[in-house]
């Protein structure tokens, strides 16, 4: 009898449990499932599905979630029955019958208070490695006992007019029987965001712990700061400096004591990746990595890393521990500094910019950037987007909820909040050009170490953002956004668009919202 019988997989060909990174690579490989590249990380294709689908992600409303999920966000909190999901759940299971079964017991949340224990069940070897690099790695698994499942299956496709689902993918949610059922697509991400959407309802709710779309990092002194920001904006990029200890690239909570990681690994875009621009993620790329919808160049099975021939969303996992300056655990100290991340691809927001305290639950709300080409299924070039609290796909409270955390959080530790634009100066996408990586770090280090608090500032006359005048290792032209722009006139006509597009997006917040908070919106009588 199969040791998953209790999930309902009775007959498994073989049930393969925690295999290491190795034999996870070796059992891709004998499958044809994969290959390896020339320094030996694991090369996976995903198939129909190279980003998240977030129209095809589930809850099951039921007695847990009822009243609590923000069922009124029909973009992403999307209803399932709990009839709908036991069939099919049902059928999912008879499907991995007779199939090979790889099975993981894991963890997520590094501070052992708020520890979930998570088994992994999969279809694919390298969905297993996938959970083994990103997931927490327990050191004894003698006496585990799950707290979630996810269950794996993308051979399975579903059948909308029976099962209740948008298409053949899926990704549902099941709070009363503890589990992520996956079907339909071999995207990796959708297990970890899965257990990420988990950890949003079950944090706040039950233990009032914070619970952050940001990468964190950690300085030799403690000090410890967050970047917010939706993928592509450089969450992973930023957090990952060689000067201070990484604690994680993705998920965090913060609690009354420090920060955690939910994570025990990174998933980095690796389009256009150079060892010169991101070492420690160039050199994280080795046994035990897996890469996602890549190209080689021709004849060889070396990277190329320019080609996004699949996707503009290659993507690269791989274990913390594959980091050198990686602290373990992965926990840190109440943040000093707090950085929005936003990928502005219309040239109006300033490189960096100070926040005052409503100014930063305004804009924490707001959760601006331009969608990044190829994180999410169908999007192939920057869009403009607000995305709650720099995460609402997988926010299942509303966001005032945790806005208030944020609020409480930051009343409490005193810490700078700091907006980072890491896309476009100059102009717009297809004019300007992306903020050049070396003269973001150069802004960030001076926010860290506290030179920021020495120059003079001046206000952004439609937004309201302090600017700095200057800044070491950062020609002063490109602090001022409006002075990059050959078309001042060009420049003021944008800033007030893109103005109007943030009090249009705020006005579904208004009716909940402090005073302080609303005035803390773009002024649009102002002149850029």
């Known amino acids: 009898m199969s040791q998953l019988s209790y999930l309902g997989i009775n007959s498994p060909a073989?049930?393969?449990?925690?295999?290491?990174?190795?034999?996870?690579?070796?059992?891709?490989?004998?499958?044809?499932?994969g290959t390896t590249n020339d320094t030996g990380a694991l090369v996976v294709m995903t198939?129909?599905?190279?980003?998240?689908?977030?129209?095809?992600?589930?809850?099951?409303?039921?007695?847990?979630?009822?009243?609590h999920v923000d069922w009124a966000n029909t973009n992403f909190n999307l209803p399932f029955s709990s009839e709908n999901f036991d069939k099919l759940?049902?059928?999912?299971?008879?499907?991995?019958?007779?199939?090979?079964?790889?099975?993981?017991?894991?963890?997520?949340?590094?501070d052992p208070a708020y520890k979930l224990n998570v088994r992994v069940v999969t279809e694919y070897p390298w969905s297993n490695m996938f959970a083994y690099n990103m997931f927490i790695r327990p050191k004894d698994t003698s006496n585990f006992a799950a707290d979630w499942?996810?269950?794996?299956?993308?051979?399975?496709?579903?059948?909308?007019?029976?099962?209740?689902?948008?298409?053949s993918n899926f990704a549902v949610?099941?709070?009363?029987?503890?589990?992520?059922?996956?079907?339909?697509?071999?995207?990796?991400?959708?297990?970890?965001?899965?257990?990420f959407t988990v950890l949003n309802f079950v944090l706040p709710v039950d233990k009032g712990v914070f619970p952050m779309?940001?990468?964190?990092?950690?300085?030799?002194?403690?000090?410890?700061?967050?970047f917010f920001g939706l993928s592509g904006t450089g969450k992973t990029t930023l957090s990952a400096d060689p000067n201070r200890g990484l604690i994680g690239d993705d998920e965090h909570g913060w609690t009354d004591n420090g920060v955690f990681n939910f994570e025990g690994g990174c998933y980095a875009k690796c389009i256009d990746l150079t060892e010169e621009k991101e070492p420690d993620i160039y050199k994280a790329i080795k046994p035990g990595a897996i890469l996602e919808n890549i190209d080689f160049y021709p004849g060889t099975n070396k990277v190329d890393f320019t080609s996004c021939t699949i996707t503009e969303n290659t993507r690269v996992s791989y274990p913390l521990y594959?980091?050198?300056?990686?602290?373990?655990?992965?926990?840190?100290?109440?943040?000093?500094?707090?950085?929005?991340?936003?990928?502005?691809?219309?040239?109006v927001l300033p490189p960096i910019s100070r926040l005052n305290s409503a100014q930063a639950m305004y804009y924490f709300m707001s959760g601006f950037t331009a969608k990044v080409a190829g994180t999410e299924a169908g999007v192939t070039e920057p869009q403009l987007t607000f995305s709650a609290c720099f995460g609402a796909p997988f926010l299942p409270l509303h966001p005032s909820r945790y806005a208030e955390l944020l609020g409480n959080?930051?009343?409490?530790?005193?810490?700078?909040?700091?907006?980072?634009?890491?896309?476009?100066?100059?102009?717009?996408?297809?004019?300007?050009?992306?903020?050049?990586?070396?003269?973001?770090?150069?802004?960030?280090?001076?926010?860290?170490?506290?030179?920021?608090?020495?120059?003079?500032?001046?206000?952004?006359?439609?937004?309201?953002?302090?600017?700095?005048?200057?800044?070491?290792?950062?020609?002063?032209?490109?602090?001022?956004?409006?002075?990059?722009?050959?078309?001042?006139?060009?420049?003021?006509?944008?800033?007030?668009?893109?103005?109007?597009?943030?009090?249009?997006?705020?006005?579904?917040?208004?009716?909940?919202t402090a005073a302080e908070i609303l005035a803390a919106a773009p002024k649009l009588s102002a002149q850029a």
């Open 322 to 347: 594959h980091i050198e300056n990686a602290v373990e655990p992965s926990v840190g100290n109440i943040p000093n500094n707090v950085f929005f991340l936003t990928y502005d691809a219309y040239g």
């Open 173 to 195: 949610l099941n709070f009363t029987r503890k589990i992520a059922l996956i079907g339909g697509t071999g995207y990796t991400g959708e297990i970890k965001k899965g257990i």
């Open 89 to 110: 759940y049902d059928k999912v299971v008879a499907y991995l019958d007779g199939k090979d079964i790889y099975s993981r017991d894991c963890e997520a949340c590094a």
């Open 14 to 33: 073989n049930l393969f449990w925690n295999l290491t990174p190795e034999e996870l690579t070796q059992h891709t490989i004998d499958k044809n499932q």
């Open 409 to 512: 959080k930051m009343q409490a530790s005193g810490a700078n909040v700091w907006m980072i634009n890491t896309g476009m100066i100059g102009g717009v996408y297809g004019v300007g050009s992306r903020m050049k990586l070396p003269y973001t770090r150069a802004m960030i280090t001076a926010a860290l170490t506290g030179k920021l608090n020495e120059v003079e500032f001046f206000k952004h006359p439609v937004f309201g953002l302090e600017i700095p005048k200057s800044c070491d290792g950062v020609p002063s032209e490109l602090l001022n956004p409006r002075e990059a722009w050959t078309d001042k006139s060009a420049y003021d006509a944008q800033a007030i668009k893109l103005a109007e597009a943030f009090n249009k997006n705020f006005e579904k917040f208004a009716g909940n």
């Open 213 to 226: 779309h940001c990468s964190a990092n950690i300085g030799k002194d403690g000090d410890t700061a967050l």
């Open 47 to 67: 198939g129909e599905f190279t980003g998240r689908s977030p129209k095809d992600k589930f809850m099951v409303k039921d007695s847990i979630t009822e009243n």
């Open 149 to 167: 499942h996810v269950i794996c299956a993308p051979g399975f496709k579903a059948d909308p007019a029976v099962d209740g689902t948008r298409q």
